[in-house]
């Protein structure tokens, strides 16, 4: 048996509720056949069949949210059979279109006459739909072109989609054959009496599908044939483009633009698509505000969009200040592509710096490009002749422009732009309020999209406008069709230009490097296997040079004596500021040098290993290129930029009578006033108490004491002032004399404090810190101890522990003292409980038997309790402080909470071997305290419980069981 259900398309479009009354009447079917085909009431389960014009999944798309309630509909059916509308050709063809034998002649002349230019007219753009035609389906499908039957078929289907509309009026096959059918011999087109030649076009599609369109959509329609029927220069066309507008929206895959639009208004074959005329009504739909351009292509405004471009439209006239705030953002956004950021000449990149009329657009840079803005061209040849004067000072010779004007094409996107951000910024944060309809959530979308396309369109504009500027550099003017095509050509023949102007002693310091050569030149041994770029030659700046047989440091090198001339000029005035690093990169890297941070370092480098200059970073000051500390500076990049780097001095008079003053109150010993005696009574002194503090040291390794970083300091100091030169003694003395007597001092008070009894003293302060309290925390000590082992700890921890000697001995005593009390009370406590338990074991009258005749089997019955009761040499050993005890406090703690579970398995093991060995009954053992486990008031509760207690005993002796009870 077959049921079929014809036309569910309409059944369900109808509500949403009617998809799950369908669902469950298939379901119903299928599960009462399957009842009585297992009942063998029927020979075969039913077959149930549903048609539908369209495919349900189009039928349902109109039916907010009930896709899930298709799917489990369609899982009802086990076979789905899609039948496409390709058909439709054929059949509007044969019913409707099908011509006579006589009248296919001339439309086949008239197609291979006009096949070309047919072809031209009718093309879409940006889409993937075929719209070539041969000779067959233009006969066949004429007076239609043939692509569009898939037009309408997709315009009926949006038809049904629109808000209001019949859920089950679509693009079914009747429904094309009717519409060609009318727009054959309807009033309204008429092409039954139109001469050969005469095409379909979408607003002829129109007159017949106008009375299916909303009402604001025909009432849009209206009021554009009103507002242009007087217009003289639109004959029509207004209207004709509003209405291909209209439909086209209701096909998602084709884009509305003019090149479309004027495609399906082709009306005649032989005629060229009327692109001119189309963009044109375009033009004057939107000045009237009935259409808008999306990202889709144009659309009939709705109400609420009308409003939004009503809004919209105020905002198009930004202040001069947000003008150029727009063109700034905008020349940033040009200026920050890689291409634009830097320019390469002779091994050196130069960062560009974006100047625009006096602010900076993006980054500092080496190479100043100043942007000059004119509005139009008079004020463009004033500006021109403004910064020829200004080029020409002095304090301007370095500074490079670039003068261009604007465009009032330009203009209009600014207004455009500015109104779409004010847009865009105020109804998105009233989305993010949640305080926008979905209309106006819409147009947002289509807001940010035109933003966008506004901003790409204005930089391209800009772009378009200095391509065609003047660039100025020391009163020469250089126009842009003079040094390229593109910007960025034009501006690297410029930056080529004007760099070698800038920067003069580039060429000085202009070498390919790797990075590494400041550190090469002070790890080498000698002077031979350097970088080509040491020596002498075209790649080289002769900064090694041979002196007889040995290679030696040029100083005299043009590069060097410029830095070093530099550097003596900045110290003789007293500038330190201008000696670190970061301002010697900023000094050598600008005019007129242009030099790169690591050609700066090589020389910097160079110049130090030749003992020229001198390094302090870090508050240590650097002569002896071969301490390996002295090396960051070079080769470290923050190290590099914070260094200071200065000239090598003689020592004067002063300075030397200081450094005396100072080692006298070391030593208290006179020393001659000279470089040399101030030099090696200090470097004696460095190698005394070098030779004091190893043991020193070793101790404080081997006892982990507080003390090492300090040592390890004092350490690296005396190894400094060993090797150190004559010069740097003394002005270690000079500045540093005070601190290191402290520190020797403090030294010799460890040297003296640290004997054998105070190691002891910490020895037992650790133990208490470490091992005592981590037993002794889990037994809940009081805050006081706390404190006290808190405090303990930060003495131990601190490198001033030698001046809190009492306090760490009185805190240990109490840890300790605490730890042994406790101890003890829980040993006793243990003692008693294990005792007791064991007591009443041997009381048992079981006891004397077993005891007399397997003692063995006696002993292991208590050996779980004996070994708990302890020892009283471990607690006598804990009592003296020569050990912590066999058990921890928790383990003592746990044993006594575990004495009566192991009392009770003793018990019951005692009266289990009690009774002999020939008892084959299973043992079973009842606590009685199971069945009285709450208060008994009443006599009635008390024979319950009793009852309960009978019961249970009665189950296990029916068993044949022999019951302990405990």
């Given at each position: 048996m077959v049921f079929i259900i014809d036309e569910v398309g309409q059944h369900v479009a109808r509500s949403g509720d009617k998809i799950e009354d369908l669902r469950a009447t298939i379901e119903e079917f299928g599960k009462v056949g399957k009842n009585l085909l297992k009942a063998k009431k029927i020979t075969a389960p039913c077959w149930i069949v549903v048609t539908s014009q369209e495919k349900l999944d189009e039928v349902v798309a109109a039916i907010?949210?009930?896709?899930?309630?298709?799917?489990?509909?369609?899982?009802?059916?086990?076979?789905?059979?899609?039948?496409?509308p390709s058909d439709i050709r054929e059949v509007a063809t044969r019913r409707v279109l099908a011509k006579k034998g006589e009248a296919e002649t001339p439309l086949k002349k008239l197609f291979s006459e006009n096949q070309g230019q047919l072809n031209a007219a009718l093309r879409l753009e940006r889409t993937t739909r075929r719209t070539d035609i041969n000779q067959a389906d233009f006969v066949h499908f004429y007076p239609y072109p043939p692509h569009y039957i898939d037009l309408c078929i997709g315009i009926?289907?949006?038809?049904?989609?629109?808000?209001?509309?019949?859920?089950?009026?679509?693009?079914?096959?009747?429904t094309i054959i009717k519409q060609a059918y009318e727009m054959l011999v309807s009033d309204r087109t008429a092409f039954a009496t139109k001469s050969i030649g005469a095409l379909v076009t979408l607003d002829k599609v129109f007159e017949l599908v106008e009375g299916n369109l909303s009402n604001e959509r025909r009432?849009?329609?209206?009021?554009?044939?009103?507002?242009?029927k007087n217009d003289t220069d639109d004959h029509g066309w207004g209207l004709r483009v509003a209405k291909a507008i209209c439909l086209l929206e209701f096909i998602r895959d084709l884009p509305r633009t003019e090149t479309n639009l004027a495609a399906v208004l082709v009306d005649e074959v032989g005629k060229p698509a009327p692109l001119a005329e189309v963009q044109d009504a375009v033009k004057r739909l939107n000045t009237a505000q009935f259409v808008r351009n999306t990202e889709e292509g144009w659309k009939l405004q709705t109400a609420q969009e009308k409003n939004w471009e009503t809004e919209r439209r105020s905002h198009l006239e930004p202040k001069p200040r947000e003008r150029n705030e727009l063109t700034r953002a905008a020349l940033q956004q040009i200026f920050d592509e890689p291409d634009f950021k830097t320019f390469r000449h002779q091994n050196r990149s130069f960062r560009v710096a974006i100047g625009l009329d006096g602010t900076n657009v993006g980054d500092e840079g080496e190479l100043p490009l100043t942007l000059c803005v004119a509005d139009d061209a008079d004020e463009l040849s004033r500006r021109i002749e403004e910064i020829r004067t200004e080029s020409q000072q002095k304090s301007r010779e370095n500074d490079l422009y670039w003068l261009f004007c604007l465009t009032p094409e330009i203009d209009d996107l600014v207004g455009e732009l500015h109104a779409s951000r004010r847009m865009v910024d105020k109804y998105s944060q009233l989305s993010a309020q949640q305080k926008i309809s979905p209309d106006e959530a819409t147009c947002l979308q289509d807001e940010k999209n035109s933003k966008n396309g506004y901003e790409t369109r204005l930089r391209d504009k800009l772009t378009e406008a200095m391509e065609h500027g003047t660039s100025m550099f020391r009163s020469v003017q250089k126009d842009a069709s003079a040094l390229g095509k593109s910007l960025g050509e034009t501006l690297k023949k410029l930056f080529g230009t004007v760099v070698p102007d800038l920067y003069p002693k580039l060429q000085m310091g202009s070498r390919p490097l790797k990075g590494d050569e400041a550190e090469q030149i002070l790890k080498a041994a000698d002077l031979k296997a350097l970088p080509i770029v040491f020596y002498a030659g075209?790649?080289?700046?002769?900064?090694?040079?041979?002196?007889?047989?040995?290679?030696?440091?040029?100083?005299?090198?043009?590069i060097a004596k410029e830095v070093l001339d530099y550097l003596k000029s900045e110290h003789s005035y007293g500038n330190k500021d201008t000696r670190m690093g970061k301002a010697l990169e900023k000094r050598f890297g600008g005019t007129p040098y242009g030099w790169e941070r690591d050609m700066l370092r090589l020389i910097l480098a160079t110049l130090f290993r030749a003992g020229e200059i001198e390094v302090t970073y870090q508050g240590n000051r650097f002569h002896n290129y071969q301490d390996p500390?002295?090396?960051?500076?070079?080769?470290n990049n923050p190290a590099f930029r914070s260094s200071l780097f200065s000239p090598r001095q003689s020592i004067g008079l002063r300075t030397l009578t200081q450094a005396v003053q100072q080692l006298e109150d070391l030593t208290g010993e006179e020393v001659d006033v000279e470089e040399g005696a101030i030099a090696a009574a200090f470097k004696k002194i460095a190698a005394e108490e070098l030779g004091k503090l190893y043991p020193l040291k070793a101790l404080a390794e081997a006892h982990r004491l507080p003390i090492l970083p300090m040592l390890s300091d004092y350490q690296q100091t005396?190894?400094?002032?060993?090797?150190?030169?004559?010069?740097?003694?003394?002005?270690?003395?000079?500045?540093?004399?005070?601190?290191?007597?402290?520190?020797?001092d403090k030294v010799r008070n460890l040297r003296e404090s640290l004997?054998?009894?105070?190691?002891?003293?910490?020895?037992?302060?650790?133990?208490?810190?470490?091992?005592?309290?981590?037993?002794?925390?889990?037994?809940?000590?009081?805050s006081k101890l706390r404190s006290t082992v808190e405090e303990l700890k930060k003495q131990l921890a601190s490198e001033s522990f030698i001046d809190s000697w009492n306090e760490i001995s009185a805190g240990t005593k109490n840890v300790l003292e605490a730890y042994r009390s406790a101890y003890c009370e829980l040993f006793d406590h243990r003692k008693e409980c294990y005792e007791s338990a064991i007591g009443e074991i041997r009381n048992r009258p079981e006891w004397g038997s077993l005891a007399a005749t397997n003692p063995t089997v006696a002993t292991t019955l208590l050996s779980p309790l004996q070994t708990r009761v302890g020892s009283e040499d471990d607690k006598a050993a804990v009592q003296i402080g020569t050990s912590l005890g066999y058990s921890s406090l928790a383990e003592m703690t746990s044993d006594i909470a575990a004495v009566e579970g192991l009392k009770s398995s003793a018990l019951f093991e005692l009266q289990k071997l009690s009774l002999g060995g020939d008892k084959k009954a299973p043992v079973r053992k009842v606590r009685v305290s199971d069945f009285f486990n709450k208060p008994i008031?009443?006599?009635?509760?008390?024979?319950?419980?009793?009852?309960?207690l009978r019961d249970s005993l009665q189950k296990y002796i029916d068993e044949g069981a022999i019951i302990i009870l405990e």
């Open positions: 907010d949210s009930k896709r899930v309630e298709l799917a489990k509909l369609q899982d009802r059916f086990r076979y789905r059979v899609d039948l496409a009926m289907s949006g038809i049904r989609l629109q808000p209001g509309a019949p859920r089950h009026y679509g693009g079914s096959n009747r009432t849009d329609i209206y009021q554009i044939a009103d507002r242009f075209e790649h080289g700046l002769g900064l090694v040079v041979k002196d007889g047989l040995k290679n030696v440091v040029n100083t005299n090198a043009d500390a002295s090396r960051t500076p070079f080769t005396l190894a400094g002032i060993q090797s150190s030169a004559s010069d740097d003694c003394v002005r270690i003395l000079t500045e540093n004399g005070k601190e290191f007597g402290e520190t020797r004997d054998a009894g105070a190691i002891d003293v910490l020895r037992h302060a650790r133990q208490a810190t470490d091992q005592v309290w981590q037993r002794l925390v889990a037994y809940d000590p009081s008031q009443t006599e009635d509760e008390l024979n319950k419980t009793l009852q309960l």
